[in-house]
């Protein structure tokens, strides 16, 4: 019996990129549900938006000028809506609270159900416009989606979420990514960063799952 195949998959939340890439990872694990496991992670990409905003984006029109990248950006992808109002009337300045809810999601319930309400927020955030970055919002989306806001409370409140969270920083780190989304492929030898075609990602999966590498290559 062929072993699954592990792909570490590192997003942030408010990354227009990941947002595009959902269709590309809807579509992966419908081709190969039963020989691939997403185990997701998120990276600190707009953890501090003010100041990414102010640094990269001070001599390009700020907040407007980000804005009109992201609709550039999207609009060569008709499944990847963008409401008008992200980033030029709607600033969240964290990504790190709605990683933070996710991960109480995720030991409240189980990774699926934080999974389904990370697309929840991100929905929420590039089609709807809502501001995830605001903990009512976020626990406004919680409470919609039928889960138990004093459950997921605790884990936020006793330190297991954030500690949870620091866990998929910490590890994005020891795996060199450098942004949002990352598939990690092969234990780490491969990286696959940015937007990257589904074709290309699926060429790269099914090449490992027709030879697996147990030990780094000799060539």
């Known amino acids: 019996?062929?072993?699954?195949?592990?792909?570490?998959?590192?997003?942030?939340?408010?990354?227009?990129?990941?947002?595009?890439?959902?269709?590309?990872?809807?579509?992966?694990n419908k081709k190969l549900a039963n020989s691939i496991e997403l185990q997701c992670y998120y990276v600190d990409v707009f953890g501090d938006v003010p100041t990414?905003?102010?640094?990269?984006?001070?001599?390009?029109?700020g907040f407007i000028g980000f804005s009109e990248h992201i609709q550039q950006s999207v609009?060569?992808?008709?499944?990847?809506?963008?409401?008008?109002?992200?980033w030029t009337q709607v600033r969240p300045t964290t990504s790190a609270n709605a990683h933070l809810m996710l991960k109480a999601i995720e030991i409240t319930y189980d990774k699926k159900k934080s999974i389904d309400m990370a697309l929840t927020f991100r929905s929420a955030f590039f089609v709807?416009?809502?501001?995830?970055?605001?903990?009512?919002?976020?626990?406004?989306?919680?409470?919609?989606?039928g889960l138990d806001l004093n459950a997921i409370d605790t884990s936020i409140r006793d330190g297991s979420a954030i500690a949870?969270?620091?866990g998929d920083y910490q590890k994005s780190k020891q795996q060199n990514i450098n942004g949002s989304p990352s598939f990690?492929?092969?234990?780490?030898?491969?990286?696959?960063?940015?937007?990257?075609?589904?074709?290309?990602?699926l060429a790269n999966v099914e090449e490992l799952l027709k030879h697996p590498t147990d030990e780094a290559s000799w060539c």
């Not at 609009?75 to 992200?86: G, L, M, R």
């Open 164 to 166: 949870c969270l620091m």
């Open 184 to 201: 990690v492929l092969d234990g780490g030898r491969q990286i696959l960063y940015g937007d990257v075609g589904f074709r290309v990602i």
């Open 75 to 86: 609009s060569a992808f008709e499944y990847a809506h963008v409401n008008p109002k992200v």
């Open 128 to 145: 709807d416009g809502l501001d995830i970055g605001n903990l009512d919002v976020l626990y406004d989306l919680a409470n919609a989606n």
């Open 52 to 61: 990414k905003i102010n640094t990269q984006w001070q001599s390009k029109g």
């Open 1 to 28: 019996m062929n072993k699954t195949l592990v792909i570490d998959y590192y997003t942030d939340i408010l990354c227009v990129w990941a947002w595009i890439a959902q269709k590309r990872v809807d579509e992966l």
